[in-house]
């Protein structure tokens, strides 16, 4: 069974600089796809961005060119680094991994999901 535990929220003004973490189990970074999800309320859950077994790495475009996804396989950590939000960013941010070391189908969702860390952009 894998765990996902996110941290590193909190509330960043506009413009600045946040970054998110998630801790996985053993091997979590190794073998499997690991991304960034978010869900805003009243919206539908958004894939943020994501990373694959070998590091190859996907964005949103909403994202793109201001977060930066990587990963510590050493630590079984994922990271998220939040450069320039916007008030639109806040929402709810999850971190989920699965199904295989893959990210082809990333965005219908992946196997295992943490419980969420709060954004608030202001």
């Known amino acids: 069974h894998v765990q996902l535990v996110e941290s590193g929220g909190g509330s960043v003004q506009a413009g600045g600089s946040l970054r998110l973490s998630c801790a996985g189990s053993?091997?979590?970074?190794?073998?499997?796809?690991m991304a960034w999800f978010r869900r805003a309320p009243g919206k539908e859950r958004e894939g943020v961005a994501a990373?694959?077994?070998?590091?190859?790495?996907f964005y949103s475009a909403s994202v793109k060119g201001r977060f930066t996804i990587s990963k510590d396989n050493a630590k079984n950590t994922l990271y998220l680094q939040m450069n320039s939000p916007r008030p639109e960013d806040t929402a709810m941010y999850y971190c989920?991994?699965?199904?295989?070391?893959?990210?082809?189908?990333?965005?219908?969702?992946?196997?295992?999901w943490g419980r969420g860390t709060q954004v608030t952009v202001s």
């Open positions: 990373i694959d077994s070998e590091g190859t790495t």
């Open positions: 053993a091997y979590t970074s190794r073998r499997y796809c």
């Open positions: 989920a991994a699965g199904n295989s070391g893959s990210c082809y189908t990333w965005l219908r969702g992946l196997r295992y």
